[in-house]
């Protein structure tokens, strides 16, 4: 009952080649099977411990470990919203009501048509655009409830939606697609191709060391030569 | 064997000075001056990882409280362990751990040897401050037949996942999840499927692992134990047996750092049930027309006695007695019958263990164990030790991966040596001997051919000749100055060599000039009706020798038959007089392992009815033959042991055997502290404890050692004894081998080895592990299947001769134009199929 075909599998052989040691490969293969299935299946991790040859309980043990590694069916788009000390003050438990109102969803949950997901987050690390926001990963800072309900609109309808960074959103099994891929070559890959960071970061070139991009209307222009 | 000089350095623990190895970990250094630093995921069977931080120490100079378990001590160190800073971590420690355990010892078949409950009452705060629910789990996981799971008392201290990866290679047990979920697991519906799961159960040092055999059976201060060693195979590992009431209820491995480190296999640890099995005989049997009534123990032998007397009579005798059973047993032979025709090898049939005669003094084994962890190269020649050597096979791992040493396999199948092996040579079943005399002149071999060298040797392939592989090997072995293991299948195998229960070796290693019969020729005589009587002693040949309709035909004409044995097995049936044997647990004795080594067993449950041990049997047949041995005890039979085997005459039995201290350290209640040195005292808060269990410590107790660690570690003090080898003889016994007639014939080879789990008389009655064994199966090379147009999970049809029997196909690295059958499972008796000439047709069924 494998789940990765063989186009798959030659995708996953050219992951594997790019390490020392094939074991070294878990978790892009596991971001593969997330690629095909939405989240990491048993039988998705079967098919890993086969290709690296690890059992699947070492598998199960690696995998379990990333959060961003998904253990049970996950939406189309995960909202994660953050829950920490800075967006709480600044009215982020709003943002999380007006999503899990607008979703009909709890923390954790999925919406039954299998579109979106709605998740509580640690600290994003984006404090400064609090109250902080990621849609499969990508940034959106200074959310508002009525915002947060729009977003969903445009996502629902198809819409394009663009993150702080100018990103546009999409679909979680392409990016974990991507994730899975990063540095290869792959001659099928979608037109999307960009050099980007997992969890949607602007690539780095933009960015002096330290620093985040300016984002207009939320970032004042960085010192000349200033840290972050 | 390579000897390094160690450097001492100076070391101040608790303000005690003590010379030390340069580098020994502290955590050791200190329990050697009787300073227990608390633990829990330090063993000394593995690497430290300094997880758990139980084991702070507070180290002069070092700005932190350091982990004594992975730091290695040096010149000048001033450690403290119970200063307050110390003591306060260790508390702290104890607090975090229990903030989330259930405290469910009431129903914790852990309480009372538990190292979480000792060391929280030696070193623990107290009580809690936390105060939140605590975090829950589904209780009691089955992950396997034998092995049960409650993640709630985990403390994760990782001692399972690193036995199953370190030690055994079965990574099937993990951690998983992280932070306050974390927790361990096995793969959703994948079994904790290891030969050597039991261990996890032992080293967890709480009761999160335990035994699906002795849930709920016990408390440890109810238990009697016994030292004792497993009478499975040869490897021959210690134990301690452990009873409630009478009645045996747990095995667990002591450990012994020259035979089996800490571990023992799930065969040795569950396969005890067979003590108690219903079909259990208890009294003997005498033939009754088709049946049999019971008589009492004179009336049985003095049967038997009056058949032996005169006529042609042969001994057959199996893998599982004692070393004073087999020197009862050929002493009755030679000395009171007067027959040369005595043999134990019943599955190895014709093993040629004497070969090794020719080139050292010794039938047997010239290397122990521990040479392995020396060894620059090892050759394996043999059947999957795994399958048959369990503990040797994690000793052959250990000395790979851990020593580095480069492993050579010659197999015809591929066996689970190969996944770390340096070179895997596969040949045709029978064509080892070539594939080895090769060995020392192909390249890229011969370069990994370095002293020193230990090759190992064990029979495969039942019901062919061997005699030229081991020829081969010891030729090789000789070449490279090299010592060898050659491993008799059983665990009392050696002992029946060392004794002289050979048709060609008397007791010492003395060839005999004329030999008698070996096995098979007893067999064929008696199944020709040349044979006037037969003793069979607890060995079932209708089920184990290599041609089931022989043994069946042999038992059925010969003219009178005696079987001593534990069951009515098949063998037994056909008998005509029957006396009742006991088993490993029951007796004093000793056992004599595939280096030689002697250990001893203490009884410790009683044997049903009149159940004898053997030798007490041959004795009281010699009585009746008028050859009065006077033998009523152990001690007598090792008078007469050392008087009458040369290997044996310096031997101190009285050495051998060392107490074992009780399962659970029992304690007087009330008593106050005394000055000067402290013996073992476990701490516990002084209340009132049934039995006076623990009570009357004080709480907090520097000194603590805890019942079950130390059990662990005082009984490394029985390492058992090797006789020292007597000149090789002039004479070379058996030297210059046949060559292995070249199979001929329609069909595929049989090759046929034993597996692990088998219908063997004792783990068939052993049931959870009956459950595990794996059915009939049959091994192709994958271009052999397809030309039979099978794959993987067909079932195929094997027709030998008048027999035939369906198994399910396996594709394995095997050689072409062969089959692997396992020797003894249900459904698959490979016996009928090698008594048809070795060959067999596979058709898709
Ligand atoms: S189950 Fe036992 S051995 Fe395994 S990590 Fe938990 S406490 Fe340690
Ligand atoms: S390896 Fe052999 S001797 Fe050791 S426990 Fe297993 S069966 Fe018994
Ligand atoms: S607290 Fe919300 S991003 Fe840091
Ligand atoms: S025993 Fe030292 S850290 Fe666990």
Redesign the pocket.
């Known amino acids: 009952m494998s789940v990765l075909t063989d186009e798959m599998r030659s995708v996953a052989e050219q992951i594997v080649a790019k390490y020392p040691n094939r074991r070294s490969a878990a978790l892009p293969l596991l971001f593969l099977v997330q690629s095909v299935e939405g989240h990491v299946t048993d039988s998705g991790m079967r098919d890993v411990a086969d290709i690296l040859g690890l059992t699947p309980a070492e598998v199960l043990a690696t995998g379990s470990f990333y959060t961003m590694l998904k253990k049970k069916p996950q939406g189309e788009y995960l909202i994660s919203v953050c829950r920490n000390i800075s967006c709480t003050h600044l009215g982020a438990h709003k943002v999380f009501d007006a999503a899990r109102e607008k979703l009909g969803i709890e923390p954790g949950g999925t919406t039954p048509d299998g579109r979106f997901s709605l998740e509580a987050a640690e600290c994003l690390a984006t404090c400064d655009g609090a109250p902080s926001m990621q849609i499969n990963y990508e940034d959106f800072y200074k959310v508002t409830p009525s915002e947060v309900v729009e977003i969903i609109d445009s996502l629902a309808a198809g819409k394009d939606v663009k993150s702080v960074a100018g990103e546009t959103v999409r679909p979680a099994k392409d990016i974990a697609f991507e994730t899975a891929t990063a540095g290869l070559d792959l001659p099928h890959e979608t037109a999307d191709t960009r050099e980007r960071l997992v969890g949607g970061e602007s690539p780095p070139s933009d960015m002096a060391p330290g620093h985040r991009p300016v984002v207009p209307g939320i970032d004042a222009p960085p010192a000349e030569g200033g840290g972050s | 064997m390579t000897q390094q000089q160690t450097e001492m350095v100076t070391v101040t623990i608790n303000g005690q000075q003590v010379q030390a190895e340069n580098g020994r970990l502290l955590?050791d250094v200190a329990e050697e001056m009787g300073i227990f630093v608390p633990?829990?995921?330090?063993h000394p069977g593995m690497k430290?990882v300094?997880?758990?931080?139980?084991?702070l120490v507070k180290v002069e100079g070092m700005p932190k409280l350091v982990?004594?378990?992975?730091t290695p001590v040096a010149d000048g160190m001033v450690v403290e362990t119970d200063t307050p800073e110390p003591a306060g971590a260790q508390e702290d420690m104890l607090e975090f751990l229990l903030i989330n355990h259930p405290l469910d010892c009431p129903i914790c078949d852990r309480g009372g040897e538990c190292p979480l409950q000792d060391q929280t009452y030696a070193h623990g705060p107290g009580s809690s401050r936390f105060v939140e629910p605590k975090r829950t789990y589904e209780k009691a996981l089955d992950i396997s037949q034998l092995v049960v799971l409650d993640r709630e008392r985990c403390v994760l201290?990782w001692r399972c996942v690193r036995f199953s990866d370190e030690v055994a290679g079965d990574r099937f047990i993990q951690l998983v999840d992280r932070g306050s979920g974390t927790q361990i697991l096995t793969f959703s519906d994948e079994p904790f499927d290891s030969y050597f799961s039991g261990n996890t159960i032992q080293i967890c040092p709480v009761g999160a692992l335990t035994a699906s055999t002795y849930r709920f059976v016990s408390r440890p201060w109810d238990l009697k134990a016994a030292p004792s060693v497993c009478s499975y195979c040869s490897v021959g590992c210690p134990t301690t047996n452990e009873s409630r009431g009478d009645k045996l209820v747990r095995v667990q491995a002591l450990p012994n750092e020259n035979v089996n480190d800490f571990w023992i296999c799930d065969k040795g640890r569950f396969g005890f049930h067979y003590v108690d099995a219903k079909d259990r005989l208890s009294t003997p049997l005498v033939r009754d027309g088709d049946d049999f009534r019971s008589a009492t123990w004179g009336e049985a032998v003095a049967a038997a006695a009056e058949k032996l007397g005169g006529g042609k009579v042969g001994v057959i005798a199996g893998g599982h007695l004692t070393t004073e059973d087999a020197f009862a047993i050929q002493r009755l032979a030679r000395k009171t019958i007067k027959t040369p025709h005595l043999d134990a090898r019943i599955q190895d049939d014709g093993a040629a263990y004497e070969r090794t005669l020719a080139y050292s003094g010794v039938v047997g084994s010239t290397a122990t164990i521990n040479d392995l962890d020396g060894a620059r190269s090892i050759v394996w020649v043999g059947p999957d030790p795994k399958e048959v050597l369990p503990v040797l096979y994690l000793r052959l791992r250990k000395a790979v991966l851990d020593g580095g040493a480069k492993l050579i396999v010659v197999s015809p199948r591929r066996l689970s040596l190969d996944a770390f092996a340096t070179h895997v040579i596969r040949c045709e079943p029978g064509g080892e001997a070539n594939a080895l005399s090769a060995l020392t002149t192909t390249a890229p071999v011969k370069d990994d051919l370095a002293a020193p060298l230990v090759a190992c040797w064990s029979p495969a392939n039942p019901g062919r000749e061997t005699g030229a592989d081991l020829d081969s090997l010891l030729k090789v072995a000789v070449e490279k100055d090299a010592r060898w293991l050659v491993c008799a299948p059983h665990a009392g195998s050696q002992g029946m060599l060392d004794m002289g229960v050979h048709p060609a070796l008397e007791s010492g290693y003395r060839p005999i000039d004329e030999p008698g019969m070996d096995t098979r020729a007893m067999l064929e005589a008696a199944a020709a009706g040349e044979l006037d009587a037969l003793i069979v002693v607890g060995a079932d040949p209708i089920s184990d020798f290599p041609n089931r309709n022989l043994a069946q035909a042999a038992m059925e004409k010969v003219g009178f038959s005696l079987v001593i044995e534990l069951f009515p097995t098949e063998t037994a049936r056909l008998a005509d007089v029957v006396l009742p044997s006991t088993a490993a647990p029951e007796i004093e004795g000793t056992l004599t392992n595939l280096e030689r080594r002697l250990q001893k067993l203490e009884p410790l449950t009683k044997s049903p009815g009149t159940a004898r041990e053997p030798w007490r049997a041959m004795a009281d047949l010699a009585r009746a033959m008028d050859d009065d041995w006077k033998w009523t005890s152990f001690a007598d039979v090792w008078a007469a042991i050392t008087k009458e085997v040369p290997t044996h005459q310096d031997l101190d039995v009285a050495a051998l055997a060392q107490e074992v201290p009780p399962s659970a350290l029992q304690y007087e209640s009330g008593t106050e502290e005394q000055p000067g040195p402290r013996g073992p005292v476990v701490a516990g808060p002084g209340g009132q404890y049934p039995k006076g269990h623990r009570s009357g410590a004080p709480f907090k107790t520097a000194s603590w050692p805890l019942s079950w660690e130390l059990r662990q570690f005082e009984a490394k003090q029985r390492p058992g004894h090797i006789p020292d080898a007597p000149e090789a003889p002039e004479e070379k016994v058996g030297a210059g081998a046949d060559a292995a007639a070249p199979m001929s014939g329609e069909g595929f080879v049989v090759y046929a080895g034993r597996q692990i789990y088998d219908e063997g008389a004792m783990v068939s009655r052993s049931s959870v592990l009956h459950a595990l064994s794996k059915g009939a199966f049959v091994e192709l090379n994958d271009e052999d299947a397809k030309e039979l147009d099978v794959t993987d999970g067909d079932e195929v049809t094997l027709t030998a001769g008048n027999n035939e029997m369906t198994a399910t196909v396996v594709i394995a690295d095997i050689s072409k134009g062969a089959v692997f059958v396992p020797y003894d499972q249900k459904g698959l008796r490979a016996n009928e199929l090698l008594g048809a000439g070795g060959r067999v047709k596979v058709a898709k069924a």
């Open positions: 955590i633990r829990f995921c330090y430290s300094a997880v758990c931080r139980m084991c982990p004594s378990c992975s201290c």
